[in-house]
């Protein structure tokens, strides 16, 4: 199992969590940032992150699907 809390800057501003509106933090993995409220342990995607993700866990190094 990789670390998927490991903390790195993403330059992006914190949003509040649609679930209990603590702010969340921000990782990134790969070119995905994950936002994880501290609170409820909610983790937020943008459109089609999940589907890189994906990706990534199959041994895509690039978010693309392989043939």
């Known amino acids: ?3 998927l809390f490991k ?3 993403t330059g992006e501003v914190p949003l509040d969590c649609p679930r209990c ?3 969340m933090n921000k ?3 790969h070119d995905v940032v994950i936002d994880v409220c501290p ?3 909610g983790m937020w ?3 089609k992150e999940i589907e890189k993700l994906a990706s990534y ?3 895509g190094k ?3 699907k392989r043939k």
């Open 7 to 9: 903390k790195k800057k």
């Open 57 to 59: 866990a199959k041994g």
């Open 39 to 41: 609170g409820c342990k």
């Open 62 to 64: 690039d978010g693309k």
């Open 27 to 29: 990782i990134r993995k």
């Open 45 to 47: 995607l943008d459109d």
């Open 21 to 23: 509106n603590v702010k």
């Open 1 to 3: 199992m990789f670390n």
